[in-house]
């Protein structure tokens, strides 16, 4: 090989986030005559960014709003960018959400409103339902960012408690021509996941929702819980004539970061072995299987043989027992360090393509075979660490988190294991 193989790595995930950029994606899902005016709204880790690829590119009016998560700002100046918090919303979130739907409420049929969403937008577009508060939305998604619950079903609670997901933003927007695109960051690439769906028809229930937080042992105030069994909190459902001029195009996906991967590791002539890109499950149960499938590859060269790159994406999630830091990829990490015990000729890396790793200041961690060693030494016992869910101290305490800052896009979960002949 002609590369060092935790500069290989690196290669491989600044191609997959260089793939997902809106730079190079957006213009060919935008109408052919740009001379037009347009009102532009959006929400997402990538929405700044996006804007900024639309300020760039429009030729005629331009005006609007997106919100994006602290520090993910892009210069942009038709567009105004506000930041606010995520994944826990704040009440910068709450007023933006309000603006937003004041402003597409009242368009004509002729007016054109360009909607900008990606993974983050859910939080940070937080417009609770009428009767409840922004507490009330804060305090159930933390519950939820603990109890291991799935992305779909976080977002099947949260369009149900909210003034403008679930297809609301579109409908409030009728009779005006709206044009959506997205960065996906959920398995499957389902419109109705991203961002909770502001802009499409919803097929989850408010029954479901409230089956959700039971099924998760989340106490809710009883006016939530009021609000969740009135027929009013139902989002918009598919037929609703209110989305009949709305529509929504996949600007980049999880697949297209792992394609992009998947072409820098051959170009190497390193084989790659893509799991996919929809991986869901507790990071540390994820990391045994992607640790398996190394071991085998080392041992019985199956179902590939060294040197080859086991590639995966998705988004795993963490049930938090401890009080340790870290997100859901350094977790990841540190599960599948223990799992190799420094087997060797295995190089590993594990990153969130949004550079942020839950709400820490790292994307992920990487790991080589001499780190078992320089763990031992320094007294550091995986299983401790991650007991107690602190991935980000046992990384940060060997000098192997990846510290990026924001990309601003997001294409979830970014995961690459090479395994090189001994």
């Known amino acids: 090989m002609d590369i060092h193989p935790q500069e290989l790595l690196q290669q491989l995930f600044d191609s997959a986030v260089a793939a997902a950029l809106p730079k190079g994606n957006l213009a060919e899902y935008l109408p052919k005559d740009t001379r037009q005016k347009a009102v532009v709204i959006g929400a997402g880790k990538a929405a700044a960014s996006m804007a900024a690829e639309l300020d760039a590119i429009w030729e005629g009016e331009l005006s609007g709003l997106v919100v994006t998560r602290y520090d993910h700002g892009a210069p942009c100046e038709r567009i105004e960018i506000i930041e606010a918090a995520h994944p826990v919303p704040d009440d910068a979130g709450e007023r933006v959400g309000r603006r937003i739907l004041e402003l597409v409420s009242g368009l004509g049929e002729n007016d054109l409103v360009i909607c900008l969403l990606s993974g983050g937008g859910s939080s940070l577009l937080s417009l609770p339902a009428p009767g409840l508060t922004l507490s009330d939305k ?27 997901k679930g297809g609301r933003l579109a409908a409030a927007a009728y009779p005006a021509r709206l044009i959506a695109l997205g960065i996906s960051d959920v398995p499957g690439d389902e419109p109705t996941v991203i961002a909770s769906g502001p802009t499409v028809a919803d097929p989850t229930t408010s029954a479901q929702a409230l089956a959700i937080l039971d ?39 999880p697949q297209d970061a792992l394609d992009a991967a998947a072409d820098v590791a051959m170009s190497h002539d390193i084989t790659p072995l893509v799991l996919g890109d929809c991986i869901e499950g507790e990071s540390r149960e994820v990391a045994k299987v992607h640790a398996a499938i190394a071991k085998q590859i080392v041992k019985c060269g199956q179902p590939i043989s060294a040197p080859c790159v086991i590639l995966s994406g998705g988004e795993t999630t963490v049930t938090i027992r401890g009080n340790g830091r870290g997100g859901r990829n350094s977790e990841f990490m540190l599960s599948l360090f223990n799992e190799l015990k420094g087997l060797k000729g295995v190089y590993a890396l594990a990153a969130d393509t949004d550079g942020i790793d839950g709400v820490e200041d790292n994307a992920g961690a990487y790991l080589t075979p001499e780190l078992y060693r320089q763990a031992d030494v320094a007294g550091l016992k995986a299983e401790d660490y991650l007991a107690n869910n602190d991935s980000y101290g046992f990384f940060s305490r060997l000098g192997t988190l990846v510290e990026i800052g924001p990309t601003r896009t997001n294409v979830n979960d970014f995961r690459a294991i090479l395994v090189l002949p001994e």
């Open 138 to 164: 804060q305090a159930i998604n933390k519950a939820l960012l603990r109890s291991g619950a799935a992305i779909d079903e976080m977002n099947c609670v949260r369009k149900h408690l909210s003034a403008i």
């Open 215 to 253: 099924s998760y042992g989340i106490e809710v105030a009883s006016h939530v819980r009021a609000w969740l069994q009135n027929p009013e909190s139902e989002t918009v459902k598919p037929g609703d004539e209110r989305l009949s001029r709305a529509e929504f195009h996949m600007i980049a996906t």
